[in-house]
């Protein structure tokens, strides 16, 4: 039973748009949310979090927001550039486990120039 | 930071041989993670050490497969026998599990078996 999902395999953009990828959960319990980039052949990379405590953490380029009553998080990239294609992994994660991190199965993005 | 090193970057065997992997987690980090990447289920945790001890290996799809962290600063994956559908790309990674701090990954074996 996958507990993070990301339900959009793949997402095109054009060069300067906004990107953004979806993510949902379903362990009310979860208190840090992630994500990753991955290039091929590199393992994944950590982009940006939030904590439960937030709905929103802004890092240059990328926003991460957290809806807790919708158990749904996104991270929008404005402006999107070619160099931001790759996969991108949510993860969720809950304190009592000692930080044991759930993976979605990821999203392929593409910014087209 | 070194960051998290795996061993070998790729591994080519064949069905039934004896397959390890290796790890070496960031120095000072307490806790060491097993994922395997598949298309299907994306990034899946095979098993977690935390102070070298193992916490969770549920996710460890067979008695095949077995992991180690001897000190805090090795890990070992090993599959024994090997079979093609093991063939996927194992990742490690390690974490202080203290206030809430990302998962460092290595960049992976691709282990394939024919």
């Known amino acids: 039973d996958q507990q993070v999902k990301q339900n959009s395999p793949s997402l095109s953009v054009q060069e300067g748009r906004i990107s953004i990828l979806n993510c949902d959960y379903t362990?009310?319990?979860?208190?840090?949310f992630l994500w990753y980039k991955k290039y091929p052949a590199e393992g994944p990379t950590f982009l940006i979090s939030?904590?439960?405590?937030?709905d929103k953490n802004e890092d240059g380029r990328f926003t991460v927001f957290l809806n807790k009553s919708a158990k749904h998080l996104s991270l929008h990239i404005v402006p999107s550039q070619p160099g931001d294609s790759a996969v991108y992994f949510c993860?969720?994660?809950?304190?009592?486990?000692?930080?044991?991190?759930?993976f979605g199965t990821g999203t392929s993005l593409t910014v087209i120039p | 930071d070194a960051g998290v090193i795996q061993s070998p970057r790729h591994e080519v065997t064949e069905m039934g041989q004896e397959v390890t992997l290796r790890c070496k987690p960031i120095?000072?980090?307490?806790?060491l993670f097993w994922y395997r990447q598949t298309m299907m289920r994306g990034l899946e945790l095979l098993i977690y050490?935390?102070?070298?001890?193992?916490?969770?290996d549920s996710g460890m799809p067979e008695d095949r497969f077995s992991a180690k962290m001897p000190n805090a600063s090795f890990s070992t994956l090993k599959i024994q026998p090997s079979e093609p559908r093991d063939s996927a790309v194992y990742f490690c990674?390690?974490?202080?599990?203290?206030?809430?701090?990302?998962?460092?990954f290595g960049n992976g074996t691709r282990l394939t078996v024919t």
């Open positions: 990674a390690s974490v202080w599990t203290g206030a809430n701090s990302p998962l460092h």
């Open positions: 939030i904590s439960s405590i937030k």
């Open positions: 050490f935390n102070n070298n001890v193992p916490i969770d």
């Open positions: 120095s000072g980090h307490n806790s």
């Open positions: 362990n009310s319990m979860f208190d840090y």
């Open positions: 993860a969720a994660a809950y304190s009592n486990t000692g930080n044991q991190f759930y």
